[in-house]
C-alpha cells in the first residue's frame, strides 16, 4: 500500500456522541459535513453505534445509509463497514435484536444499492472488554472470595469472543491489499467456547477461584433497571440467541479473520491485560 494514503474512521460511542448524532441526523447540512469529512479518503471505515441512540434504534440504519451515500457519491475507492448477522430475520421475527439487524440492514442497503462500491464487511464477535468497562456485564466478587459471571444463558450457551484491539491489526491487513477482499465477510473472533467454560479459562489464567450462573430474567432485569424496558428485551433476545448460536449461525466459517492476523482468545487476553475480575 503506498504511503500517506488518507484512511478515515467514523464511528459515534457514548451518551455525549448520541446525543449530536440525534441532533445532526435532522440538520440539511450534516450530509455536507460528511462530504467534506470523506472528501480524498483513499478508504473509509464506518461504524454505526446502537447504544449512542438505544430507544431510537432507526437512527443507527440512517447513520450507516447516509455514511454510504456519501462514500458512494465522492467515489471512495474502498468502504469497510462493521457489521453483524440480522437475527430478527433469521429467527423469523421471533427475535428482535436491532443492536445486530440494524446493521444487517445497512449492510443489505450498501449491497444492494451501490453493487460496484468496493465494499469489505468485517463482523466482530463479544468483546472480552464487555465484562470490564465503564458499565460491565454482571460479574461481581462474593463474600468467600469467588468472582461470579452471570448472564441470562445457558452455562452451556455460545460464546463468540474477541479482543477489541484486534480489530485495527484486522482492517489493517484487509487494507494491504483490500481488492482480495472486496464484496468479503471477515469475521474477527478469536475462539468459540462455552460460558462455562469461559469461566473456567479465568480461573486457570487468574488463579481466582470462579463460577457461572445462569440469571432469571427477573435477575437480568434488576440488574439492567437504569435502562428502559424495549432494551432490556433487545439484551434478552441477544442472550437467547446466542445461547444456540453464538454472535453468528452454525453455517458461518467464522474462523477466516483467524487467516489474516493472529487473534487473542481469553486466555491470551487475560494474560496480555492483566485482568484480573473485580476487588
Known sequence: MDQYRLVTVVGSTGAQGGAVVRSLLKMDNFKDDLLRAFQNSWAIFAITDFWATPTQPEIEIEQGKLMADVAAKLNIKYFIFSCAINVNKLSDGKLNVPQFSD????R??????????KT???MPSFYFQNWTGSYPLPIKKLK???IEFSLPMSLHGKLHNIDIDDLGPIVS???QNPENFIGQDIYVCGEEVDFEEFVRIFTRVTGRQAQA?????HEFRQWAQDLPENVQNYLLDMFKWMEVNGCYTPEIDWRNGQMLTKLNTFETWLIKSGWMGPD
Do not use: C, F, N, R
Open 173 to 175: 491487513h484487509l487494507l
Open 120 to 122: 469489505i464487511y468485517v
Open 213 to 217: 450462573k445462569t440469571m432469571t430474567e
Open 108 to 117: 443489505e442497503y450498501i449491497s444492494q444499492t451501490y453493487p460496484e462500491m
Open 103 to 106: 446493521k444487517a440492514i445497512v
Open 144 to 146: 468467600d472470595g469467588t
